[in-house]
């Protein structure tokens, strides 16, 4: 089967937060859009765009959500991370001499103290006692988020990422068709926390169909189950990059690692309330695959489900 690549931009209508981790009373937000969250939202947008919203209701309307993103999207569409796009500046990350930098090259990158000065906002929330109208006691904590915080243009801020598309996908997914239920899920949809209040609002902006080196560092074959990844030289990973089980020790990465867990949907509790046991020990975007002939030329990396890419021997 054949694979197609396209670069997708959208726009932000709002500020965006995808939560990292606790530290004292600040919840942390990452720099970029997980793929598992681009697919979480657009299996969401996508299913009420394929479906009435009678349909939706009573009982077993989870099961339509459930097979929109497993048995169409993970078949047939493979999601991007998503990373800041500021005019020019797209904000892939690399991990170079002294430490992690944001830029799409060496020449045009910033440092990730200058990312957060420009990028993450944040304000300060609590709960409030209803007996005496004050702060609850230990409620207090401030949210990050992602937000143009210094505009150095005029121009809106928007996210950017490499999406991938069966060349049989049905109709539906079809990203050149402006009127297909894709398109239309795209056009305003909501992704990360805080979206009750009205934070993580993305709208379509534009799509580009690329050729196999069109990935920034990596040549990709379209034409495997999965589409596949190579590079020539040491190239930064756009994606967590999943080690298998422990035949790949020999294949070297420079950044930072990162275990893949947390919490998704249960059918009876709801979101958010099952422990994800598909743990994996990954490297994080932006780590930087150590490049030797001897050693790479015996390794593929696959983009699986939700955008992971997986090491894979050849």
């Known amino acids: 089967m054949a694979w197609r690549m396209y670069r997708?931009?959208?726009?932000a209508l709002s500020p965006l937060c995808i939560g990292e981790r606790p530290i004292g009373f600040v919840r942390?937000?990452?720099h970029y859009i997980p793929g598992r969250s681009v697919w979480g939202a657009l299996t969401a947008a996508l299913t009420r765009q394929m479906y009435d919203e009678?349909?939706?209701k009573g009982r077993g309307h989870n099961k339509k959500f459930e097979d929109t993103g497993k048995e169409l999207l993970n078949k047939y569409f493979i999601p991007g991370y998503l990373y800041v796009l500021d005019g020019d500046l797209h904000c892939l990350p690399h991990y170079r001499e002294g430490g992690l930098h944001y830029g799409p090259d060496e020449v045009h990158s910033i440092p990730v103290s200058v990312f957060e000065r420009r990028y993450i906002?944040?304000?300060?929330?609590?709960?409030?006692?209803?007996?005496?109208?004050?702060?609850t006691e230990s409620s207090l904590h401030e949210m990050e988020y992602l937000v143009r915080v210094s505009p150095e243009t005029l121009m809106s801020l928007k996210y950017a990422g490499y999406f991938f598309l069966r060349s049989d996908c049905p109709s539906c997914l079809n990203i050149?068709?402006?009127n297909s239920h894709m398109r239309k899920a795209m056009r305003d949809f909501s992704i990360g926390g805080a979206r009750r209040v009205g934070f993580g609002r993305l709208r379509y902006f534009d799509h580009k169909p690329l050729a196999d080196s069109g990935l920034p560092g990596w040549r990709v074959d379209f034409n495997g189950a999965k589409p596949l990844l190579k590079a020539d030289k040491a190239s930064p990973v756009l994606s967590n990059l999943q080690f298998s089980d422990g035949s790949d020790s020999e294949f070297e990465v420079t950044g930072k690692l990162e275990l893949l867990s947390g919490?998704?949907?249960d059918e009876d509790k709801g979101?958010?309330?099952?422990?994800?046991?598909d743990c994996a020990l990954t490297a994080a975007p932006g780590s930087v695959s150590t490049y030797r002939a001897s050693v790479n030329a015996g390794y593929r990396?696959?983009?699986?489900?939700?955008?992971?890419?997986?090491?894979?021997?050849a």
């Open 176 to 178: 050149e068709d402006s």
């Open 301 to 313: 990396i696959e983009v699986g489900d939700f955008g992971i890419w997986k090491l894979k021997k």
């Open 54 to 56: 009678e349909e939706l």
């Open 8 to 11: 997708i931009e959208f726009e």
């Open 263 to 265: 919490l998704i949907h």
């Open 271 to 277: 979101n958010g309330q099952k422990f994800n046991k």
């Open 121 to 135: 906002g944040g304000y300060g929330q609590t709960a409030i006692d209803p007996d005496c109208r004050t702060a």
């Open 28 to 30: 942390k937000c990452r």
